[in-house]
């Protein structure tokens, strides 16, 4: 019995060691075609695609913008994104909880990527799965909102730790649902010093160039 345990975790280190790799390939592809990338990762429903919309009609005119957005089974994300006019692929990843390096190697095959500057990778929402596998992108961001509560960051702090950029967004909602958004951005500070975090909302536009500005976009 407990063989079989440990033979169970060793695949799941072999796989998050195989996963690695590909990011490694992915991460050396894009530098080499001078393509910037942020995967973006974050709870279902933060709002994650909402700010992409709203960076999209500010950057398509400077950028040529890719986005992969990965779901479980839906492509009503990618139908929303290429409204704005940029390029668009779906992944359904079907029962898992978060892309993959070999999903996005996949992906990354059916799109010109020397028609690219920057690339945005939409995760699939969860603020757990993700933290396992590294996708080979220059920056992680991490969006949660007011609506997932005051306690969102403190309940998950791997992602915070390994992120570069951290977003709080739906402000607006400050008021209404009573979450105070400064004491998440204190949260995540505590989670992780080094964290950029920007408070937005994606509905008012609120925070958007301090968004962008921190992305260095
Ligand atoms: N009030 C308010 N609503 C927002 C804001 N951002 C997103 N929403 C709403 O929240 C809902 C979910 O937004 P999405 O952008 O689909 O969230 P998501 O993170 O992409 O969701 P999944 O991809 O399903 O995980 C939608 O109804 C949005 O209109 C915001 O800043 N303020
Ligand atoms: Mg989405």
Do not use: W
């Not at 978060?98 to 945005?120: C, M």
Request: aromatic share 4%; proline share 2%.
């Amino acid at each position: 019995m407990m063989e079989d345990r440990f033979s169970i975790v060793s695949v799941e280190e072999d796989l998050i060691r195989a996963n690695e790799n590909v990011a490694e390939e992915i991460s050396s592809l894009l530098t080499e075609k001078g393509i910037r990338s942020f995967d973006i990762v974050g709870a279902i429903g933060a709002g994650k695609t909402s700010l992409l919309e709203r960076i999209i009609e500010r950057l398509k005119k400077k950028y040529r913008i890719a986005v992969i957005t990965g779901d479980v089974t839906t492509r009503i994300d990618a139908d929303r994104i290429s409204r704005h006019g940029v390029k668009t692929l779906q992944i359904n990843t079907g029962r898992e909880c978060a892309l993959t390096a070999f999903f996005l190697k996949e992906a990354l095959g059916k799109i010109d990527l020397n028609d690219v500057d920057v690339l945005f990778v939409e995760n699939v929402g969860n603020l757990i799965c993700p933290a396992d596998y590294v996708l080979g992108c220059d920056k992680r961001i991490v969006v949660v909102s007011l609506t997932e509560g005051p306690y969102v960051i403190k309940k998950h702090p791997l992602l915070f730790k390994i992120s570069d950029i951290a977003v709080i967004n739906k402000i607006d909602l400050r008021n209404i649902i009573e979450v105070n958004p400064e004491k998440m951005l204190k949260d995540a500070l505590e989670i992780n010093p080094d964290l950029k975090v920007v408070l937005t909302s994606a509905k008012t536009e609120e925070g958007l160039d301090d968004l962008i500005s921190t992305m260095e976009l």
